[in-house]
Each structure stands twice: as C-alpha cells, then as structure tokens.
C-alpha cells in the first residue's frame, strides 16, 4: 500500500507565509509527477502546482510568482511554500502523486491523493 501524508498548513494573515510538505511511503517502486490541487467550498478542485521526477513545474496562473513547488526524490516528497498569501488561497490543498506501485496488479502507474490540509488565509 502507498500512503501520502501532508503537513503544514494552518492559519496566517494576508501576505504571510505559509509551507506544505507532503511525503509518500509504502510500496513505492516509483514516482512520477507530484503535485498540490486545491479546493474551496463550494468549488472543483484544481491544480496548484506539480512537478515531474526531473524538475519540470507548472503552475496555476493565479500562484505563479507567489508559490514554488519543489521536491526531494530520494525522500519522495513534494513541498509547496507559498507567499504572498490572500483570502482567495483559503482552501483544503491535498497532495497527489502518480505511484508505480508494486503491490499492485497489474504492475502500473496508480494516482494516489493525501488526507488534506486547511489554508486558513485572513484579510
């Protein structure tokens, strides 16, 4: 089994600081692209940011230049610090990442998706 497990996240004040990380373990064979999604009440959820195992990053247009994603392949974990932070942000982020799991049947990429974790932003 795979497991993502966040931390971070919390309360802060408009333009503050804010840094998620989010770590895979169990039967992992490989990693391929890491992410965050985000999802407000009442919203879809949508991409925040992701990463390939190379490096390769894109981002929502409305985080670019205030967010960076990055991650840590020998310790399979994707972090995200976010600045400049605004009411708008207020969200449960969650973690996703596309897993060659191999304790499963057939032996392929799964996606595998994090508990969530509350983005309080006040104004």
């Known amino acids: 089994q795979v497991q993502l497990v966040e931390s971070g996240g919390g309360l802060v004040q408009a333009g503050g600081s804010l840094s998620l990380s989010c770590a895979a373990s169990g039967s992992i064979f490989s990693i391929n692209t890491m992410g965050w999604y985000r999802q407000a009440p009442g919203k879809q959820r949508e991409l925040v940011a992701r990463?390939?195992?190379?490096?390769?990053?894109n981002y929502a247009v409305s985080v670019k230049d205030r967010f960076t994603i990055s991650r840590d392949n020998a310790k399979n974990t994707v972090y995200l610090q976010m600045n400049s932070l605004k009411p708008e942000d207020n969200a449960v982020y969650y973690c996703n990442a596309d897993i060659r799991d191999y304790s499963r049947t057939p032996f392929l990429t799964y996606d595998y998706w994090g508990q969530g974790t509350q983005v309080t932003v006040s104004s």
């Open positions: 990463i390939t195992s190379g490096g390769t990053t």
